[in-house]
């Protein structure tokens, strides 16, 4: 038999290289570092969207992600907190490797996590209150009491006390997110995930969003990872910063060192320029 070109599908294809780093043994990080990607690889179907993918998120500290649109920054997300399984590599959160574990062991992981969705997911039919109520009642065994205690508190945290009795709908877009973050919050989560919190937001709500991040952050120490590309809003609250180009982290860092970056594509993608190695 004669294999013509096109049978040969080159999306699903890995290199011999490529394989052996999705099947190498994975390296438990160092302490401080609370979730250590490597070598992810992830196709949806027959679509490589992550190949060998690699990233370390430092615990206590807000890491961005950022990329083009559709390069797979929610997918990295997904990876982290156990909705999706990578097809190679190794994802650790907070010292364990969470691929291969089975579902119910995932569900533990995850309520050590918080995930602010891109839109706010709220129950349309439930109050602020109990939205944000909704996790702890699912998730933990803390009395009604406790529970309304440490929602009241979660809501006046972020300046939600006074929609507390709203539904979603009476609310602004980013009122909504900020319901999402106090409903992701609530549990005190150890890692916090947040997608693209500031997209489609105006200047000034995009400025409450930040803050309000800042704030969860002096509050809970978290390790958040915050996909974004609204670079402002990137510098206001990242310590690290991250590129996602073409299925893999090109570069990572400290937010401060990320503007000086030579790298071209970097360059490119900071200052929003049609021309550079960026494929239109
Ligand atoms: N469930 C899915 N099934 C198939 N393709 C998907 C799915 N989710 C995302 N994709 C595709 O994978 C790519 C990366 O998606 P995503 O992680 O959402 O990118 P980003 O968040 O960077 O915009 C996109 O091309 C998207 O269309
Ligand atoms: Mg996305």
Known sequence: MVLRSDDVDTSVMVSSADRETAAAPGIPPPEDVAMSMQHAYLLYGKKTVLSDCSLDCKRGEVTC??????AGKSTILRLINGL??????????NGSDIVGLPERDLIEVRK????????????DSLTVTENVSYPLYEHTKLSPDEIEKRVDDTLESLGLSDVADRLPAELSGGMQKRVGFARAIVNEPEIILFDEPTT???????????DTIR??????HAT??????????????????AMLFEGTII?????KDFRRSQNPIIQQFLQGSEVGPIPL
């Not at 602010?116 to 997911?121: I, L, N, P, S, V």
């Open 215 to 220: 704030t969860i952050q002096s509050k809970l």
């Open 65 to 70: 992600v950022i990329g083009l649109s559709g």
């Open 112 to 123: 050590k996590m918080g995930f602010a969705f891109q839109g706010a997911a709220l129950f």
């Open 251 to 255: 570069a990572s860092g400290p937010a």
């Open 84 to 93: 999706r399984r990578p097809q190679g590599g190794h994802i650790y959160v």
């Open 200 to 210: 489609g937001l105006d200047p000034i709500m995009t400025n409450v969003i930040t």
């Open 224 to 241: 958040s990872v915050v996909v974004m590309h609204d670079m402002p809003s990137v510098y206001a609250i990242a310590d690290n910063i």
